[in-house]
């Protein structure tokens, strides 16, 4: 994730704090616990920055409950997500 020293994702701290609460606590239910909040923004993060704009529109239109329209509009936008996740996803 990191190139020439520097983060290109801005991932780097959460990379960093998701590797030290692995290493704080052993495998099983304790970690799971423990690091599900970092497992899951690095996993945002990530996201965020592979797919910018999905990720944006997920955010946008699933946030809440709304219409009928605001909830087909929220399965487009995470069926346009798991699209551009998966075309970078090797082969």
């Given amino acids: ?6 983060d ?7 990379q960093r704090a998701l590797s030290e609460c692995h290493q704080r606590f052993g495998p099983g239910a ?5 690091c599900r909040h970092l497992n899951r923004a690095l ?7 592979v797919c910018p704009e999905e990720s944006e529109a997920v955010r946008t239109l699933c946030g809440s409950g709304g219409t009928r329209l605001k909830r087909s509009q929220c399965q487009q ?3 346009s997500l798991s699209v551009c996740i998966s075309s970078h ?3």
Avoid: H, I, K, Y
């Avoid at 290109?8 to 959460?14: P, S, V």
């Fill in 1 to 6: 994730m990191e190139e020439a020293g520097r």
């Fill in 43 to 49: 996993a945002e993060c990530l996201v965020s920055f």
């Fill in 30 to 34: 304790t970690r799971d616990a423990a």
């Fill in 77 to 79: 936008a995470q069926l």
């Fill in 89 to 91: 996803q090797p082969d």
């Fill in 8 to 14: 290109r994702t801005g991932c780097e701290n959460l």
